[in-house]
């Protein structure tokens, strides 16, 4: 059966693919780096099970590795170059509609293979984990869509690992940077950041007023989203913190409405959070901005909006 | 009784990214500080970090659509879609921009997260198609005004899937709401969550269709009182 592992093995055969190429070239920090989170993918899931087991030290060593991306992170070398744009232009006219079928057979496959599982099952559901069928569906999605790729651009199969390496080292850094957010996120929790926040906003709000204790929710979802780059990270310490104890125990709150917009609230401190690196940092790497903020640049106004009107729909309905 | 030294952490990353140190340098001492802060041991402290670590790997998953992008890419995707789109004589940048912003939502709004993206959608498709567009209708471009265009454009997929994905189906976001309750004795059936996501789904659309509307007006002002810029390409 298809697990999400199988995924993870193939990410690691990327990134080693990736290190393999950059050390034919003696680039030999790049190499190092890309071979570190090639580990967690390759051999996550023997180290989880040691740790269960008692046996500390591999576990220990991936923590060593984490040290190891960001003293070699500094020190890695930028993107390899691109072929010429008269040769993509001219690849470009031969090939015409022809480009958009690889291209779209990844959301096609994806959505097949999602509502497949969702609504028919039988047999997909024996194939492949379900309760993680939307990862493993991109997995699958992106490796069919290479082989219509190669089909139709009549490339070799080793020009699937070699343009990948070139966007990954494009990307560069960036490319972990967002597993090293979520890595100290869950050191944030483990050693109690999101208690003392929540033990500070708990001081300072006047605890009759429901208003004072909503904004308090509210705005203390965004800030530390913000602090977290992710809603999720904040959402139960926020509510354990002001949610429960203030807001629907004391003022009667709905909690699923509360829990639904609140939720959301912390999303708007998402697009304003350069810790949020998936969403606003690496696209900006992606697209060649020259701003590392241009795209949270580009969307703070709407956050801000969406605040306020937030706020103002939590006040209307939470209390209903 | 609670501890507060742990928040040193927190400062760590709000002066680091606020001197704009390197990010990874930034968020390892960071997960340093805080750790040792809370008082924990070498070894707790690098075991947390690596479990931590591995937990979070599926992060990297967008990794594997960069080499059938990349070959397409070096084959001429991105000028074909500029070509393709071309072909809509009458489409502006805002219609296309919020075309997009509504197909995103709603296939999020469907459990459909991963069908578009920044490396899968918005690089190889958007990008190019925004810039051709706003160059078709406004004229040429400087490099700002093109870095800003393609800024808006990951901003839009962001906005899109961000408010969409919480709607109808019982997904991560509502999962966790769904267990945070439970957890503490409230039962909630998670269709009544995610239809409280409605409203703000509603004004993330109109809010963020409303800004690339005022952002192409901007674009053609600002190209109108530039006519220098029609020279550099």
């Known amino acids: 059966m298809l697990t999400l592992s199988h995924v993870f093995f193939l990410m690691g055969a990327l990134l080693t693919a990736t290190a393999v190429l950059n050390a034919l070239e003696r680039r030999w920090w790049n190499a190092g780096f890309w071979a570190i989170p090639a580990m967690p993918c390759l051999v996550g899931d023997p180290v989880l099970a040691a740790l269960k087991a008692g046996t500390r030290w591999p576990a220990q060593a991936m923590g060593v590795g984490v040290i190891a991306l960001a003293l070699i992170a500094p020190r890695t070398r930028g993107g390899v170059k691109e072929n010429d744009p008269a040769e993509r232009e001219a690849s470009a006219a031969r090939l015409g509609d022809r480009l958009f079928i690889p291209a779209l057979t990844i959301p096609v496959v994806v959505a097949a293979l999602v509502l497949y599982v969702r609504y028919v099952g039988w047999p997909v559901t024996r194939l492949l984990d379900v309760n993680q069928a939307a990862l493993i569906s991109l997995g699958i999605a992106t490796m069919v869509a290479l082989i219509v790729a190669l089909i139709v651009t009549r490339a070799g199969p080793v020009q699937g690992l070699t343009e990948g390496r070139r966007l990954t080292d494009t990307i560069g850094w960036a490319v972990v940077l967002p597993t090293l957010l979520a890595t100290l996120g869950a050191v944030f929790v483990d050693t109690g950041v999101g208690k003392a926040v929540a033990a500070l906003v708990g001081y300072v709000i006047p605890v009759e007023s429901w208003l004072a204790c909503l904004l308090a929710f509210g705005l203390g979802m965004v800030a530390f989203t913000a602090i977290m780059g992710n809603a999720f990270a904040a959402f139960p310490v926020m509510m354990a913190g002001i949610g429960l104890p203030l807001l629907i125990t004391r003022h009667g709150a709905n909690p699923a409405v509360l829990g639904a917009m609140g939720m959301l609230t912390g999303y708007c401190g998402t697009l304003v959070t350069p810790m949020a690196a998936n969403f606003n940092v690496v696209p900006a790497i992606l697209l060649e901005l020259r701003d590392p903020y241009g795209v949270i640049r580009a969307q703070w106004p709407t956050a801000l909006v969406l605040l306020a009107t937030n706020l103002v729909l939590m006040s209307v309905f939470v209390f209903r | ?233």
Do not use: C
Request: hydrophobic share 55%.
């Open chain 2, 1 to 233: 009784m609670t501890s507060y030294w742990p928040l040193l952490g927190v400062a760590v990353v709000v002066a680091g990214f606020a001197l704009k140190r390197n990010p990874m340098v930034v968020v390892v001492t960071a997960g340093l500080v805080s750790g040792f802060a809370a008082g924990k041991s070498p070894g707790d402290l690098l075991a947390l970090l690596g479990t931590a670590f591995v937990n979070s790997r599926s992060l990297l998953l967008f990794t594997l659509t960069l080499p059938v992008i990349g070959v397409l890419e070096r084959a001429g995707l991105r000028e074909r879609a500029r070509t393709w789109i071309l072909g809509f004589t009458r489409l502006t940048l805002a219609g296309l921009l919020i075309a997009y912003l509504a197909v995103r939502q709603v296939l999020a709004m469907f459990g459909l997260i991963y069908v578009a993206g920044h490396a899968q959608t918005v690089r190889p498709l958007l990008a190019p198609m925004t810039d051709a567009t706003s160059t078709r209708q406004l004229g040429a471009l400087d490099d700002d005004t093109r870095e800003r265009v393609r800024a808006i454009s990951a901003a839009t997929d962001n906005v899109g899937v961000f408010f969409g994905e919480d709607v109808f189906l019982a997904f991560g976001a509502v999962l966790l709401i769904k267990g945070f309750f439970d957890g503490q004795g409230i039962q909630l059936d998670p269709l009544t969550i995610g239809l409280w996501a409605l409203p703000t789904a509603i004004a993330a659309f109109v809010i963020h269709a409303v800004r690339i509307v005022i952002f192409e007006r901007r674009l053609r002002r600002r190209i109108a009182t530039a006519p220098a810029a029609k020279e550099t390409r």
